[in-house]
């Protein structure tokens, strides 16, 4: 699979490429205002990568990945019959009748740990004493545990008399050869771990972590530690899309701040290209005089510049570049704006290239507390703050207004309210559709 073969070029070996012959699909067609709908951007997007090629990694390198394989159990689990109870083992028939008021004593034989084999058959009118997971001998059906006895070592008085079966943890109880336990497509998680460990599987087929380099672009931003003088900001785009691609299970390289200078930006593409399986550049892609990489990335590759009909968001931009046709995304610098964008775009993408379904986000439902209103012809993306009632209800309070610079506002909401583009006006009480953009 060429699109994303995992290079060995040297970064600093790495010359800057040239666009290669072969361009882009045909382009979605924009609406009489030459904007591109949010669905057809986003499928038009998706169309263009591939899913990573799988290869083999240990069980706990394999934790948030996509399965590429189906999973069958070779093992039972619990492998054999064992003790759920620290105890005795028994012939239940023994202690028939047995109780506080009538209790009974039986000759011990032998112990039994954890580890331990199972023995030879323990012979009626004995016990064996039998610790919690260990094998259960032939003969045994029931074990009593520690508080129904007197715990003796030599002979053991009962006060209780157990059913058949009673404490005992029969053999495929959990899992059973031939058991069906995972699908390709599972995303692994701890507890899915412990499981394939548990059945002796220390390997799995999956697809990797995307490796994404994160480049932001203007000779305005400055480190955050640094200090500033007149006219500087700090660069809080690199580190917000970073940590977003983490949160993904992505392997993320921040190369940080690229001056306005062409041939720099030009010359940091190019030499990510032999550690990446996609690049998001964010800034200089609208319409001003310094939109540096949209000068320069249609040099390197084919390229797609557009305006997208959403709220923030609008300037969007996608390539291929280099010999690999690595994907390049390019999102606008405002930080909402960032934000958005990718929660629109860009996390589709990471989830396709791992093999995650689904793709999108799922679209729930708050009643808004105020109204809220949209420009005709946008899907509009505002962030909102979602509380539920002791009844269950959700409701969500939008905030920020249409600022995409708002950091503040950002940071404080846990959804994004979508208001579709054929709605100008949701009155208060309403139900609108939301993303939940923080875990629940």
């Not at 039994?112 to 004493?129: F, Q, R």
């Not at 390289?253 to 990510?272: E, H, K, L, M, N």
């Not at 100008?424 to 309403?430: D, H, P, S, T």
């Amino acid at each position: 699979m060429g699109l994303f073969r995992r290079k060995k070029q040297a970064a600093d070996e790495a010359p800057v490429q040239t666009a290669p012959e072969r361009g882009l699909p045909r382009r979605p067609e924009p609406n009489l205002e030459g904007l591109r709908s949010v669905e057809d951007h986003r499928d038009y997007l998706l169309s263009l990568v591939q899913e990573l090629p799988a290869f083999g990694q240990t069980i706990l390198d394999a934790v948030g990945l996509s399965l590429c394989e189906d999973i069958i159990a070779d093992l039972d689990l619990p492998r054999f019959d064992n003790s759920a109870m620290d105890g005795y083992g028994v012939h239940a028939a023994d202690l028939e009748g047995v109780s506080r008021g009538l209790p009974r004593s039986l000759p011990v034989v032998r112990s039994i740990a954890a580890g331990d084999p199972a023995g030879p058959e323990v012979e009626e009118g004995t016990v064996v004493k039998i610790m919690t997971g260990a094998p259960v001998p032939p003969g045994v059906d029931a074990v009593v545990p520690y508080e129904h006895t007197d715990r003796g070592s030599v002979t053991a008085t009962f006060l209780h008399a157990p059913a058949v079966g009673e404490n005992i943890r029969p053999a495929g109880d959990d899992i059973a050869v031939g058991d069906h336990i995972a699908s390709i497509g599972d995303r692994l998680g701890p507890r899915q771990v412990g499981m394939l460990a548990g059945i002796g599987i220390d390997q799995v087929l999956v697809r990797p972590r995307p490796r994404v380099v994160v480049i932001s672009t203007g000779s305005e931003l400055v480190q955050p530690g640094l200090e500033l003088h007149e006219g500087q900001i700090y660069d809080s785009n690199s580190f917000m899309l970073a940590a977003l691609a983490r949160s993904e299970g992505a392997q993320v390289f921040r190369v940080g701040i690229v001056s306005d200078d062409p041939s720099v930006v030009a010359q940091t593409i190019s030499d990510q290209l032999v550690r990446a399986d996609i690049i998001l550049t964010t800034g200089g892609v609208s319409q001003g005089d310094h939109d540096v990489v949209k000068a320069v990335v249609p040099r390197l590759g084919p390229t797609d510049f557009c305006r997208v009909a959403m709220q923030p968001g609008k300037p969007q931009g996608f390539a291929l570049i280099g010999e690999d046709r690595t994907p390049v995304i390019m999102l606008p610098g405002n930080p909402v704006s960032a934000f958005v964008s990718f929660e629109v775009f860009v996390r589709p993408v990471l989830r396709k290239l791992m093999g995650v379904q689904p793709l999108v986000r799922p679209v729930s439902h708050a009643l808004t507390r105020t109204i809220i209103r949209s420009p005709l012809g946008k899907t509009q993306f505002q962030r909102g703050v979602v509380t539920s009632t002791r009844d269950g209800r959700r409701h969500v309070a939008p905030m920020g207004g249409g600022g995409s610079h708002k950091l503040g506002d950002l940071a404080q909401a846990n959804a994004l309210v979508i208001i579709p583009p054929e709605v100008e006006v949701i009155e208060a009480g309403n139900p609108v559709e939301i993303w939940m953009i923080d875990d629940e």
